[in-house]
């Protein structure tokens, strides 16, 4: 009697197996496709802008690279005579980012080593949430802030750079026009790579093994000695990898750049003075009035921004993770 | 019998007489900071500020290497100067946030918010026209992005959290690439491989597609972050009552994450919301309301901040600005419901 009762409450009997159910095969063939997803999107990208750049490639040769002009003009047969190089745009891009590097990460760092060393608790947790905010910034709500306020304050630094430093080759001018220089677009955006940079070395300072701080001020260091000694040695590649992010992000800055930098296809050393190149924003500045050869062009150009980013995105990341890593 | 509660001490912290003299310092610096600005050819704001931090961080060391010798001395120096570079770090922010509202509520009135640009064109008065179709489009914009980004997004996070095969080193790795990927690429790469040589024109759903690259890496990113917070005792226990994979990540783990995957979706909308340089390529033009995401122009408030600054009269100038603040309200605005939400980031009942 007793017994079939039993039998009635168990479920029925399965065979014990190791095999996966469908619903599971299903799941984990989805994810393990969808999670290419980013593979292809990043191919379709270099993909598609070498396939479509690939006439300006192949007619400027590796002066697409190097030369510095920028033309296409329809003659009187209608035919289009053209000539396209990124020489000046290359190198105005990397001298912007250079200024941004050189007045961000040194105020990054110091940041970083404010927020983590010195600030009290309450004011360190505001602080953070500063930085995060100063990061969701528009990069529009930069360039038009650049344009408005910071360029007319940056051309009275340009004068006095230029008065007392003016006999440091690239500090020097032809002649006196500081108006919408490198100088402006870099200090730009040095400002907008400065969450970035700090928040990525206020990370890796904060995880600096809390015994040999303790051993330092043991020893009998000041908090700066502690810093010297212990902190800046843990967080170097760090600081560095973060320093990297940064320029990833400054090479490929489009609006703010545009608003704020007079784009001329002139390669350009003196910072100070009132043009330069830079990729991101020539695109958008070409684009709209662009005949069909010349939007391939772009396209191309688009190509060349899009390795260079790419590159330093990767290495700087590698960097940061095994920073990370090494501080666990 | 009287008791006596004895307070806890703390020797460490500084007395009024260790502070009097820093402040002391301070002041002076202050003092003669304006003496010399007045008295010397020196003027301007710079020279306010730099002769303060000189004097200032001056004072302090002599008065450190006076009483505790040269090491303290270079001590003081270092944390004036962690503090000036910290100052000059914050000051843009609060130039920004200034600005934008000063600037921006100069334009603002009741119909700003429910009129489009069709009555008006950039040099109208500033009571004529408005961003209501700037907003529909934002509107559109996210949803769409967010539509399309969002299950490529979490999936991909589960990959990694979930399966962990052989291959989530090099996904994790190509998701951080994607993070770098310059907005203006994103643009031109939808218009190269969907507008060049088509018949398409720019739309919403092609600055949705241009966008929603951008806003992957993000989501993804913060996706895994929260899956990986799921104890592992949730998994194990869902496995260990016969659930299948399936089950346990679809009823136990997304659950448990649910406000930490909103606060990602958030945080992704606050990434491409105010994104402009994609719109360029791939969002036509429209000075009104276009409901229709499919086809036809559609506008965009950063696009209509762009549009003000490139008329570059005074007026639009202004425009631009009232645009840029209703963009910054909308930023900020999901700056906050993504903290609120992120306090708690996985919630177990």
Redesign the interface.
């Known amino acids: 009697m007793s017994s079939t009762l039993i039998e009635r409450v168990l479920p029925e009997k399965r065979a014990l197996t190791t095999k996966p159910r469908p619903s599971d095969v299903a799941f984990r063939t989805v994810l393990n496709v969808m999670s290419y997803s980013s593979l292809l999107i990043l191919a379709a990208i270099g993909g598609f802008l070498a396939f479509r750049g690939f006439g300006a490639f192949k007619e400027n040769g590796f002066g697409f690279i190097t030369h510095a002009e920028w033309s296409s003009i329809v003659g009187d047969n209608g035919k289009e005579v053209s000539s396209f190089g990124m020489g000046a745009m290359i190198t105005g891009t990397l001298i912007i980012a250079t200024i941004a590097l050189f007045i961000g990460v040194p105020l990054s760092v110091l940041t970083a080593l404010f927020l983590t060393f010195y600030a009290p608790e309450r004011l360190k947790r505001a602080l953070v949430t500063v930085v995060d905010l100063m990061a969701s910034f528009p990069s529009i709500l930069y360039g038009i802030w650049g344009f408005i306020v910071l360029a007319p304050m940056a051309t009275y630094w340009a004068k006095l750079v230029y008065k007392y430093l003016g006999w440091i080759p690239f500090l020097s001018v032809p002649s006196p026009a500081f108006d919408r220089s490198p100088f402006l677009a870099g200090i730009v955006l040095s400002i907008m790579i400065i969450p970035i940079v700090t928040s990525v070395s206020r990370e890796i300072f904060a995880q600096t093994p809390l015994e040999r701080i303790q051993a330092a001020y043991a020893l009998g260091a000041t908090r700066w000695g502690m810093i010297r000694a212990v902190a800046l040695p843990f967080g170097a590649s760090g600081v560095v990898g973060g320093a990297m992010l940064g320029l990833g992000r400054a090479l490929g800055e489009t609006v703010a750049v545009y608003s704020v930098l007079n784009i001329v296809f002139k390669i350009n050393w003196h910072i100070l003075y009132g043009y330069g190149g830079n990729i991101a924003s020539m695109i958008v500045q070409k684009f709209g009035e662009a005949s069909f050869t010349e939007k391939k062009a772009l396209l191309a150009a688009g190509f060349v921004l899009f390795v260079m980013t790419l590159l330093v995105n990767m290495v700087a990341n590698t960097v940061v993770s095994r920073a990370v890593k090494s501080g666990k | 019998m009287a008791t006596t509660t004895v307070l806890p001490r703390k020797p460490w912290k500084a007395t009024k007489a260790d502070l009097f003299p820093v402040f002391g310092a301070l002041a002076l610096a202050a003092i003669l900071d304006f003496v010399v600005v007045a008295v010397t050819p020196m003027k301007g704001k710079?020279a306010y500020v730099l002769l303060f931090f000189i004097f200032g961080a001056g004072f302090q060391m002599a008065l450190k290497w006076r009483n505790l010798g040269k090491?303290?001395a270079?001590?003081s120096?270092?944390?004036s100067?962690?503090?000036?570079?910290?100052t000059?770090?914050?000051t843009?922010?609060l130039?920004?946030l200034a600005?934008?509202i000063v600037?921006g509520a100069k334009g603002l009135y009741p119909g700003f918010f429910f009129h489009d640009m069709s009555v008006a064109n950039y040099q109208s008065p500033l009571n004529q026209g408005g961003v209501i179709q700037a907003i529909v489009g934002t509107l559109y914009l996210i949803i769409l992005a967010t539509l399309i980004s969002l299950?490529?997004s979490v999936?991909?996070a589960?990959?990694?959290t979930?399966?962990r095969?052989k291959?989530s080193g090099f996904?994790q790795?190509?998701?951080?690439?994607?993070?770098?990927?310059?907005?203006?690429?994103?643009g031109?790469?939808i218009?190269?491989?969907l507008l060049?040589t088509t018949s398409l024109r720019g739309s919403t759903i092609m600055a949705a597609l241009a966008l929603a690259?951008l806003m992957?890496?993000t989501v993804?990113r913060t996706a895994q972050e929260v899956l990986l917070l799921v104890p592992q005792d949730l998994r194990e226990a869902g496995l260990a009552l016969g659930a299948?994979?399936?089950?346990t990540?679809a009823t136990i783990v997304v659950p448990a994450a649910r406000n930490g995957l909103i606060t990602a979706v958030i945080l992704g909308v606050?990434?491409i919301?105010?994104?402009?340089?994609p719109l360029?390529?791939t969002l036509g033009v429209s000075n009104k309301i276009n409901w229709n995401p499919f086809s036809g122009g559609q506008s965009a408030l950063?696009y209509y901040?762009?549009s003000g600054?490139g008329d570059g009269t005074e007026l639009g100038?202004d425009r631009?600005?009232s645009g840029?603040l209703v963009?910054?309200m909308l930023?900020?605005t999901?700056?906050v419901v993504a903290?609120v939400f992120g306090t708690r980031k996985v919630k177990i009942k």
């Open positions: 710079i090491r303290a270079i001590d120096l270092a944390g100067v962690a503090i000036a570079g910290a000059i770090a914050f843009p922010v130039s920004l600005t934008t600037k299950p490529l999936l991909t589960l990959y990694l979930e399966i095969g291959a996904i790795f190509l998701v951080q690439a994607m993070s770098g990927i310059p907005s203006v690429v994103a031109i790469f218009y190269s491989a060049l690259i992957i890496p993804t299948t994979q399936w089950k990540v606050a990434r919301a105010g994104e402009t340089a360029l390529f950063p901040v762009w600054l100038i631009a600005w840029i963009l910054l930023v900020l999901l700056f903290r």
